[in-house]
């Protein structure tokens, strides 16, 4: 399936490789520019994998400090985006494992998801339709749920998501494949459940 990825224009990979030089040649400014460029979409790249904000926000400033800290040695890269989605993916998973007693529950801030969502999807689907699938969403798997928004929220494709993830293409296919078993799974019997009642 082929999906067209805004991140993939000219353009915009030619800013960010003039915001990474920058970065390499101590220049704040770059650092500045892409922190404001992609801090929405990591963001919401971070809620998908983990429903904790402050968490969440706390990883991103980590990425980007990291990345200032170590600006002398850090890799070129081809593309600036795909290599903060893994970055910030890395670091989510990493924390998560530190305390599982702490951050055990992976579920999604609804009120977040549904207020996100509510402006620009409005029309597409019920209030209640949002509601039930944050909630199936709510209950798959955090790397199900990763994939799902990489997928469709971010529209990235196969093979960039094998980058951001660390996994291979077809591990993609099969997790994106679950995710969606998952949720159809979960969706019915919310219905069923709603219809009842």
């Given at each position: 399936?082929?999906?067209e990825?805004?991140?993939?224009?000219?353009?915009?990979?030619?800013?960010?490789?003039?915001?990474?030089?920058?970065?390499?040649?101590?220049?704040?400014?770059?650092?500045e520019?892409?922190?404001?460029?992609?801090?929405?979409?990591?963001?919401?790249?971070?809620?998908?994998?983990?429903?904790?904000?402050?968490?969440?926000?706390?990883?991103?400033?980590?990425?980007?400090?990291?990345?200032?800290?170590?600006?002398?040695?850090?890799?070129?890269?081809?593309?600036?985006?795909?290599?903060?989605?893994?970055?910030?993916?890395?670091?989510?998973?990493?924390?998560?494992?530190?305390?599982?007693?702490?951050?055990?529950?992976?579920?999604t801030?609804?009120?977040?998801?549904?207020?996100?969502?509510?402006?620009?999807?409005?029309?597409?689907?019920?209030?209640?339709?949002?509601?039930?699938?944050?909630n199936?969403?709510?209950?798959?798997?955090?790397?199900?749920?990763?994939?799902?928004?990489?997928?469709?929220?971010?529209?990235?494709?196969?093979?960039?998501?094998?980058?951001?993830?660390?996994?291979?293409?077809?591990?993609?296919?099969?997790?994106?494949?679950?995710?969606?078993?998952?949720?159809?799974?979960?969706?019915?019997?919310?219905?069923?459940?709603?219809?009842?009642?």
């Amino acid at each position: 399936m082929y999906q067209e990825n805004d991140y993939t224009k000219p353009d915009q990979n030619a800013d960010d490789a003039v915001y990474w030089m920058q970065i390499t040649n101590d220049e704040r400014a770059g650092m500045e520019a892409l922190y404001v460029k992609y801090t929405r979409e990591l963001f919401r790249l971070g809620m998908s994998i983990k429903g904790d904000r402050s968490l969440v926000k706390d990883c991103i400033q980590e990425v980007f400090l990291q990345i200032w800290q170590y600006r002398h040695t850090v890799k070129a890269t081809d593309n600036v985006k795909l290599y903060l989605f893994k970055c910030l993916s890395n670091k989510i998973h990493k924390e998560v494992g530190k305390d599982k007693k702490r951050y055990g529950h992976l579920g999604t801030d609804l009120e977040t998801e549904v207020e996100q969502e509510t402006g620009a999807g409005a029309s597409f689907m019920s209030l209640e339709k949002k509601i039930s699938l944050n909630n199936a969403l709510s209950q798959i798997p955090s790397r199900q749920k990763e994939v799902i928004h990489l997928l469709y929220y971010e529209n990235h494709s196969y093979e960039d998501i094998s980058k951001i993830m660390g996994i291979n293409v077809q591990s993609v296919y099969t997790l994106a494949w679950k995710a969606l078993a998952n949720l159809k799974k979960r969706m019915v019997l919310v219905w069923f459940f709603y219809l009842l009642f």
